[in-house]
């Protein structure tokens, strides 16, 4: 049979499932097309990461002599989609009889797949995609009968279905997790040690120009764009973060300091989601890391459950909850997404520094992107929507499957309880306590209803007010709505005022 190999822009590895299964007379098609560069507004930097990490591996397969057709972006005038590019492929290869995808990571990209057999009258195999190490399969049938799909059993399983960081049954050092020794504040004279950087070479030059020039009003700049865009350089760049970040990224994964975008974060989701690096490999660089006596035990575990535990969750979840679950708007937040998501211009510094980082490069550390960009939206009840196509479009290692499981669910608890068991709603003092910014913010963090009060402040009580219908019943939010209740008339009439203006308001912040 000749295959037609459809290779996505996310599947850049060699061992990938439908590349073990070519034989010689397939043809390879990879393409960089209109559609997929604009569903919704990429970050310039995720572009090209995706386009010159493409043409890089598809620099690789033809020095291998396997058949390619490669489709630039521009380059057929008719091909403006993935079917595009299928159809024009076809018409270059008429001894094709079948065609073979590994299982994409979007449900409305896997849709238009699975459209091909009708249309093109031609078989189609889609193989699965085993670069994640917990099948389909395996996934639902652990979270099958189960009424609250909880994270913590599941990463239990796959701790010991992988082996990794156990002794026989039991869990390395006696406990399943060490979280609460990763949540430290930062000491400010700390200073981060940077992930490794790569000068671009041609191939990247010219893609840097390409996007430059065709999306230019999207966000970023291409002319600073530094990241890997190969196995071997992103395997050097993850090498680096094991020898010299890992040991300190435990303490510190969840603090923030003014003008360091990256503290001791590998950055390296970006080249895990696009499959320039493999999930086993890095995991076994870190347990070698660990039982060599270079990285203390709650930075491994922290950073290992982050792979096999919570990554290879959200995406079983996806695929079992999907289409249903980007529904969901359980808060029933509706709110237009203010413009200083995407220029960062407001006085809030906390916004301030997690939007200015992301428009440098495409990327904010994880507590940024929950507790200061995703707690501002579930306050202010921002879209849901508009929310989560943001952070689809501005983060470099941004694809469905992982995105809106964290968004929607995870920040904007708009699933109603599916991935978090309680709304990650803080005020001002969680961020103050994890960061430096409120010292260097125009706003008081400890004030919350006088002209220069936090917004963060009011919104948090006017949060929890107005969805206590919802979420009066949470235990895990006893504490918080008691404290509410507490108040004088006077006072909360107060802050609901306040919070009231500040989301009349919320474009003059
Ligand atoms: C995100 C993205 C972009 C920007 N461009 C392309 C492209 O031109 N060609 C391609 O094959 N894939 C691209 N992708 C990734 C897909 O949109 C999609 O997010 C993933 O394939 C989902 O698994
Ligand atoms: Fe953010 Fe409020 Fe702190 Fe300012 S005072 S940095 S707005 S939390």
Not at 408 to 424: C, I, N, R, T
Not at 456 to 478: C, E, I, M
Request: net charge neutral.
């Amino acid at each position: 049979m000749a295959n037609l190999i459809v290779i996505l822009g996310d599947q850049l590895s060699p061992a990938l499932s439908s590349l073990r299964l070519a034989t010689p007379n397939n043809v390879i098609l990879m393409a960089e097309v209109g559609a997929e560069a604009s569903y919704v507004k990429h970050h310039k930097h995720k572009i090209i990461l995706i386009f010159s990490a493409m043409r890089h591996f598809a620099a690789v397969l033809q020095q291998q002599g396997v058949q390619l057709c490669y489709i630039r972006y521009g380059a057929v005038p008719d091909v403006y989609s993935m079917t595009d590019a299928v159809r024009y492929a076809l018409q270059q290869h008429p001894e094709i009889d079948g065609l073979l995808v590994t299982q994409c990571g979007e449900y409305r990209l896997q849709q238009e797949i699975n459209s091909w057999q009708q249309q093109f009258s031609l078989t189609l195999q889609i193989a699965d995609d085993d670069r994640f190490i917990c099948s389909a399969a395996r996934f639902n049938a652990r979270v099958r009968d189960k009424k609250q799909l909880r994270m913590e059993y599941f990463y239990r399983d796959m701790r010991r279905y992988t082996g990794l960081l156990m002794q026989g049954d039991t869990p390395e050092g006696g406990k399943w997790n060490y979280d609460a020794d990763n949540r430290k504040a930062c000491p400010e004279d700390l200073s981060q040690i940077p992930p490794l950087r790569f000068a671009p070479d041609a191939i990247t030059l010219e893609v840097i120009a390409l996007v430059n020039q065709q999306f230019a009003g999207n966000m970023g700049n291409g002319d600073n764009f530094s990241y890997a865009v190969t196995g071997k350089d992103a395997r050097r760049a993850f090498l680096h973060f094991v020898e010299q970040q890992l040991p300190v990224f435990g303490d510190y994964q969840d603090a923030m300091l003014l003008e360091q975008p990256f503290l001791f974060h590998s950055i390296c989701s970006m080249y895990l989601n696009c499959g320039l690096l493999d999930v086993r490999w890095m995991c076994n660089k870190v347990q070698q890391a660990y039982q060599q006596g270079l990285v203390p035990l709650n930075a491994t575990e922290g950073f290992i459950r982050q792979l096999i535990g919570w990554r290879e969750y959200v995406r079983g979840l996806y695929w079992l909850l999907m289409p249903a679950y980007k529904q969901h708007n359980a808060l029933n937040a509706e709110r237009a997404l203010p413009g200083f998501y995407w220029h960062g211009n407001t006085r809030m510094r906390c916004m301030q520094q997690a939007v200015q980082h992301t428009i440098e490069h495409a990327y904010s550390h994880h507590i940024q992107r929950l507790m200061i960009t995703g707690n501002f939206a579930l306050l202010a009840g921002l879209s849901v929507e508009q929310v989560t196509d943001w952070y689809l479009a501005v983060y470099a290692d941004a694809y469905e499957w992982v995105e809106l499981p964290n968004t929607l669910g995870m920040a904007l608890f708009a699933d109603g309880g599916v991935l978090a068991s309680k709304p990650y709603a803080a005020s001002g003092a969680y961020i103050n306590r994890m960061s430096n910014y409120c010292k260097n913010c125009a706003y008081n963090v400890k004030r919350t209803t006088e002209t220069d009060a936090c917004p963060f402040n009011a919104l948090y009580w006017d949060f929890l007010n107005r969805n206590q219908q919802q979420l009066g019943a949470n235990p895990r939010l006893a504490l918080p709505f008691a404290n509410w209740h507490k108040r004088s008339d006077n006072d909360k009439a107060a802050i609901l005022a306040k919070a009231a203006d500040t989301l009349n308001r919320l474009e003059q912040l």
